[in-house]
Structure formats: structure tokens, C-alpha cells
């Protein structure tokens, strides 16, 4: 009922699966049948804390009992709070929340524009490097970002200045940063939607001596890696990087809309009164909620984010269906023999939720995920790739 109705009167942009949820707890979802789902997506990588956290809820319903909005033309205390706790756990300098990934993705964009702009006194030095295999958001702008042919069908005219680097070719950022008059690079350190494709280390490495070089902001689309999901707060701690924007969303509102940007000592100032905005930026429900997330975001969370995810590369380690695994905590891609779309609507069957990401399955569960779960969604998993050499 409820689906043929979604067929009838939502837009066929989602190829959705043949499942309508209607409750949750952790890491486990029921649909309208009661069937019991172990969820090893929490969404795509946002119910950090798994459906329904009684302490992210306590924290949402509390606000929510106070004040649900006002505009950005006043102050609020989740938003400030939120801001305050990002930029004292990070070291960068200042927030601007949206609502969205591609939206902080665009706010970072105009924000590197505009720095070159203030630098060089005209538009000259436009262009923003990204990767390859990225993916930045569905606008046109961050589409244009994108580096997959695949996303730039149909929808041109695109944003002008995006030049594409290739992160298998080292000596593909060199190449584009002296041909062209660049402001930034933006990239993902694990490629999420790309097929969870970890950068190397001397190709980050070498993004650090380019955009040093070259004068370049160092821009990270932390949407995905971010908030916990590789094991520490931030995927660059784990490099070593000292970004001049970081963008984020889906982990950060725990299950309710919001996106950041964090803005650097070089680019804190960029913006000013009037240069950018949002209505819903910054509500204070989804940075109250957001709030009770970081609060829980620590060392031992992400130990146990890094212990997690190496159980279940040891658990798939003796099935011979399993070709390659990658990725980085909580952030997995596994390559299967049998082809991923077939493999999650098996595993649906059989009551576990995965992801796919191009040719790979993709494994985001909730951080608290239990071994107990993980096991049982893993032997699931392994089962049904065993189906394809049966057939
Ligand atoms: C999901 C994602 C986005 C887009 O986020 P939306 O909230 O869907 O706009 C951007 N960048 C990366 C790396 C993502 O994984």
C-alpha cells in the first residue's frame, strides 16, 4: 500500500528497495511485517548512533519543547555551543552550518573563490582541483565538482572552473596546479560514493606539497569520513593534515539534517555580513541533537570504530567470494565475485541492510553496532555471496 503510493506520488528518483521501515533501535530496524533487520548503512553513514539513541532523542525532544527555529538573524545556544565544540576539538577557526552535504560543499566552493578573489583583487584564480572518482553533492555546482563522467549527463550547462586530477597519476595535481590559475583543491581521503577508495599516502602527501607550493587552500569533503566514521573525529587527524576547510554532514545531526563547514586561521574571514546564508542553517533541534553526538565522539568510541571494522575485514578474510576490501573503520567496500545490487537485495531477504558503492558493497553501520550484530550480519553476508557459486 504505502509503496504503491510512493510509486504513485514521489518523483522516480531512488531505486528504492521493496522494504518500508517504521521503527529502529540501534542498530536494528523493523519494517511493517515486524521482520527484524540488522542495518549495516545507518542510513548512508548518518544514524550515528543507530535509530532511535535515547540520548540524541532527549536531547532533540528537549529543544524541540523549547523553540523548533528562529532566523539567522538572531542567536540561538545549540548553534553557538555546536560551533564553540567543533572548533575546540579541531583547532579550526569558525563554523557556517547548512543542512546538507552539497551544501556545505558549496558554501566551501564560493568560500575559496571568494578568498582568491580577496587575494588577488579580480576572478582570475578560479579553478578548484578535485579528484577523480570524487563525489561532492547533486547541485550543479557540486555535480560540476564531481569528478565521475558518469554524473555529467544531461544536466550542462555546468559551473565553470573544476579541473579533475587523477589520484592513481602523482604527478596528475602538478600538472593541472601550474597549467591553470587555481585557488584550492577539494577532496575526499576516503572516496565514499567512488567506491570507498582510499587516497594513498604519497598522493596525500603530494596534495599537502602542491597546495603549499602553489599557494592553494586545502580543502576536505569530510561529509561521509567525518564524525567518527574512519576512527577518529576527522579523517585528516589521521594524516596529519592541517585543512583550511573542512566540510561535513550526514554522521554530524546523528539522523537529522545538517551540514558544516569548518573555516581556518587563512580563511575564518572570508565571509562577511550579507556573502552567504541559509534559512535553516544552524537550526537549533539539529544542533542540539547534533551536540549529544560529538559529546560521545571520543577516544574510545573511536577505538572501538577501529576495532569494529578490522573484525569484519577478519571475518571476511576466509570467503574466497570476497576479492577486495577496502576502506578505513566503519567506512568498508568489499568486492564481491557476485554483483553487489544482487548481493544486497539477497541480504534484504535475509534480514541485513548493506550498501552498495559502484561495483562494491559498502558497509557504514551505526558506530555502536555490537560484535553480536556484526557477526550474525557477516555470516549473512558471506551465505549469500556463497549463492552465486551454487548457481
Ligand atoms: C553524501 C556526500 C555528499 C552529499 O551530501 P548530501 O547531504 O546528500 O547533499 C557530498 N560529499 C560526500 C563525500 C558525500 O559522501
Known amino acids: 500500500m504505502i509503496q504503491e503510493i510512493d510509486q504513485e506520488y514521489i518523483a522516480h528518483t531512488y531505486a528504492r528497495f521493496p522494504v518500508t521501515f517504521v521503527r529502529g533501535e540501534g542498530a536494528l530496524l523493523y519494517d511493517e511485517h515486524e521482520k527484524q533487520y540488522i542495518d549495516m548503512g545507518a542510513g548512508i553513514a548518518v544514524n550515528t548512533f543507530g535509530a532511535a539513541d535515547a540520548v540524541w532523542r532527549e536531547a532533540v ?8 527555529h528562529t532566523s539567522n538573524l538572531y542567536y540561538t545556544e545549540p548553534c553557538a555551543k555546536l560551533a564553540e565544540a567543533l572548533c575546540r576539538r579541531t583547532g579550526l577557526k569558525r563554523v557556517f552550518f547548512a543542512n546538507s552535504g552539497a551544501e556545505a560543499n558549496e558554501c566551501a566552493i564560493k568560500a575559496a573563490r ?68 587555481c585557488c584550492a583543491v577539494l577532496f575526499e581521503l576516503v572516496q565514499g560514493e567512488g567506491g570507498v577508495r582510499p587516497l594513498s599516502l604519497p598522493y596525500i602527501e603530494e596534495i599537502k606539497r602542491i597546495c ?27 594524516y596529519g593534515l592541517s585543512p583550511d576547510v573542512v566540510t561535513t554532514a550526514k554522521g554530524l545531526g546523528g539522523g537529522l539534517p545538517l551540514g558544516a563547514v569548518l573555516f581556518g586561521e587563512r580563511t575564518k574571514d572570508v565571509y562577511d555580513p550579507g556573502s552567504h ?20 565522539l571520543d577516544d574510545a568510541l573511536f577505538a572501538e570504530v577501529k576495532r569494529k571494522g578490522e573484525l569484519i575485514k577478519d571475518l571476511l578474510s576466509d570467503s574466497d567470494e570476497v576479492t577486495e576490501i577496502t576502506g578505513l573503520g ?16 539477497a541480504c534484504l531477504e535475509k534480514g541485513v541492510l548493506v550498501l552498495t558503492a559502484k561495483d562494491k558493497i559498502r558497509l557504514v553501520p551505526p558506530l555502536i553496532i ?16 556463497k549463492e552465486n557459486s551454487a548457481n
Open 61 to 68: 525532544a528537549s529543544q524541540l519543547g523549547k523553540l523548533q
Open 114 to 181: 571568494k578568498y582568491a578573489f580577496m587575494k588577488y583583487g579580480d576572478e582570475s584564480h578560479a579553478t578548484i582541483i578535485t579528484l577523480k572518482h570524487s563525489f561532492h553533492g547533486r547541485t550543479i555546482t557540486t555535480l560540476a565538482a564531481t569528478g565521475q563522467d558518469a554524473f555529467h549527463t544531461c544536466f550542462g550547462p555546468f559551473t565553470e572552473g573544476f579541473a579533475y586530477a587523477d589520484p592513481e597519476e602523482l604527478e596528475s595535481l602538478e600538472k593541472i596546479a601550474s597549467a591553470n590559475n
Open 212 to 238: 603549499e607550493k602553489y599557494g592553494l587552500l586545502m580543502m576536505i569533503d569530510e561529509v561521509q569520513t567525518g564524525n567518527g566514521r574512519t576512527g577518529s573525529l576527522y579523517c585528516y587527524e589521521q
Open 277 to 296: 546564508g541559509s534559512t535553516f542553517g544552524g537550526n537549533p533541534v539539529c544542533c542540539a541533537g547534533a551536540l549529544s553526538i560529538l559529546d560521545r
Open 330 to 345: 566503519l567506512m568498508m567496500g568489499i568486492k564481491t565475485k557476485r554483483p553487489a545490487k544482487e548481493v544486497a537485495m
Open 370 to 385: 555490537s560484535d553480536e550484530q556484526i557477526k550474525e550480519a557477516i555470516d549473512i553476508l558471506k551465505e549469500t555471496l
